[in-house]
């Protein structure tokens, strides 16, 4: 990351609290029943290779401020890339100007001040490192070096690392005041093996908060050519309904249709199959889905949500029972429900192994599909219908037979959540949404 000169990020934060809390004062002088403002500043460094050569650099230095301002119940929201004082004033008029004209929603307003964090714990989450150009470009050009080094890659769409940083000061009329900061390091490989009709693309990568974690670059490079090769010679399964077990990459997915349909927005503009289905039991009974903002180092750790409200740890699914939604103050409000502190989304879901078959789910499985690429939009959160074309691989005898390609999966979530036999505990730690392996007892594949 380039520290030259080198950030001071208390100073930094000083300076977009400050500039956070003149733009309510002004807010308020104009007016303004209630006041929130959001203050950030970002940078970064990234460096793209293809084929040994440097294709991308760039160095990336953004500040901005929003400002959402109430009057009543009315609402108006502007924001800003400059940070100079005559653009934080412009910013706040625009966003009374707009209130002033909007019309009323009995469900605008702040967060309950009750539910405000009253404390800040470090999670670990700011890790910065000296990393200039040539650095960058050293470490993505090993790792598609690493990966090209597998005499059955044919090609390469490149590799990519990046390093970015981001402190951001949150402020309401109600009192609160938030700081954040985190780092972030990312690297990445695309690999393509085969040729003409049968060539088959890959990729792997990984991103960590600090970049002592981070895997060599040489070992991302190496698991997108063992990946990539692993799809050549591939076939279309026959048609049938079968046993399909998702790899953790996308098992995730699974788990993002559920938190959209249990999400305020889809639930208050009846947009969802999961609708008034809190405390039903959707999964298997050992099933545990548990939301943990104060992860340390966790990808989407926070202290406090998108409003000021106090994170906690808590169970989505807990012994298979939809245990809440996933919820805003507004969402809330319309729903006549309380907030769960997540505006701004869900942090860290942990999907926790259990069911079936131990660590051996393909040997559990016996025959079916394992699923490791998904492609187009065939899922309804409305009634639940899943289809979608996949990749993967034909499971024999609990053993992988032969690479599958250009297959389509289909099912509907409410039958396929219930039928989930096995979570691995294979998990993917990269990302907000961690879980392993999860086997479906059975879904239509249709192939050739």
């Known amino acids: 990351m380039v520290t030259q ?8 934060l000083d300076r977009l609290e ?22 950030q500043m970002s940078q970064g460094l990234s460096a793209g ?5 440097v294709e991308t650099l760039e160095h990336m230095q953004d500040r901005g401020i929003s400002v959402t301002v109430l009057i009543g119940r009315r609402r108006g929201q502007a924001s800003s890339a400059d940070l100079s004082p005559e653009s934080i004033a412009s910013c706040v008029e625009h966003a009374a100007d707009i209130a002033r004209f909007t019309q009323e929603d009995p469900c605008n307003g702040l967060a309950d001040p009750a539910l405000l964090a009253t404390e800040q714990p470090d999670l670990d989450l700011w890790h910065p490192a000296a990393f200039d150009a040539s650095a960058a470009i050293e470490r993505a050009l090993a790792c598609e070096a690493a990966g090209r080094a597998d005499s059955r890659i044919s090609n390469s769409e490149g590799a990519a690392f990046s390093a970015g940083l981001g402190l951001s000061v949150y402020a309401n009329s109600n009192g609160f005041c938030g700081r954040s900061s985190g780092t972030q390091f990312t690297q990445s490989c695309v690999l393509l093996a085969g040729a003409g009709d049968g060539m ?3 990729y792997s990568y990984d991103s960590r908060r600090s970049l002592q974690d981070l895997e060599s670059a040489e070992e991302t490079g190496r698991e997108a050519a063992r990946r990539t090769v692993a799809r050549l010679d591939a076939r279309q399964s026959e048609t049938d309904r079968m046993p399909v077990l998702f790899d953790p990459q996308v098992a995730a997915g699974l788990i993002e249709h559920l938190v959209g349909a249990i999400s305020g927005p889809s639930l208050y503009r009846n947009a969802s199959f999961l609708k ?6 959707l999964f298997p009974e050992w099933l545990q889905l548990v939301e943990r903002p104060l992860l ?5 750790s926070a202290s406090f949500d998108a409003e000021g409200v106090a994170t906690r740890e808590r169970a989505i699914v807990e012994n298979g029972v939809l245990s809440g939604y996933v919820l805003s103050s507004y969402s809330a409000r319309r729903l006549g429900l309380e907030t769960t502190a997540n505006a701004g989304g869900v942090r860290n879901l942990l999907l926790q192994p259990g069911g079936e078959n131990g660590p051996n789910l393909l040997k559990g499985m016996q025959s079916g599909l394992l699923v490791t690429e998904v492609m187009g939009q065939g899922v309804n959160l409305v009634t639940g219908d899943y289809s979608r074309g996949a990749a993967g691989f034909r499971i024999e005898n609990g053993e992988i037979a032969y690479a599958v390609d250009g297959v389509t999966i289909a099912g509907n979530l409410n039958d396929m959540f ?4 096995a979570a691995g505990g294979d998990i993917d730690t990269r990302g907000n949404v961690q879980c392993g392996s999860l086997l479906v007892d059975r879904m239509m594949v249709a192939g050739s």
Do not use: C, M
């Open 276 to 281: 008034d289905r809190a405390g039903e039991r």
């Open 5 to 12: 000169p080198p950030l001071d990020r208390d100073a930094e």
């Open 418 to 421: 219930a039928g989930i036999q």
């Open 18 to 39: 400050a500039h956070a809390l003149e733009a309510l004062r002004q807010a308020k002088s104009l007016g303004a029943t209630e006041v929130e403002v959001q203050a």
């Open 200 to 202: 088959k693309r890959d």
């Open 296 to 300: 340390p180092k966790g990808a989407a």
């Open 49 to 53: 290779v293809r084929l040994g050569d």
